[in-house]
């Protein structure tokens, strides 16, 4: 998969906070939050990007 400007954007907007809705990431960037959506699967499809949890044993 090769990436453009708009993947590269939504993978540094995840890096800095991953919590940022397709919303806010769509509003960033100039496109639509259905293409943010469909952009994030795909990465995540090819491998690009996984969503992981990061435990902090402390608090549990």
């Known amino acids: 998969m090769k990436l453009d400007q708009t993947d590269k954007k939504i993978i540094q907007l995840l890096g800095a906070d991953a919590r940022m809705s397709?919303?806010?990431?769509?509003?960033?960037?100039?496109v639509t939050e259905g293409t943010v959506r469909n952009?994030?699967?795909k990465l995540i499809e090819n491998k690009?990007?996984?969503?992981?949890?990061?435990?902090?044993i402390n608090r549990m």
């Open 39 to 41: 952009r994030i699967q």
């Open 22 to 30: 397709n919303n806010q990431m769509a509003k960033v960037i100039g």
């Open 48 to 56: 690009i990007i996984k969503i992981s949890v990061i435990n902090n």
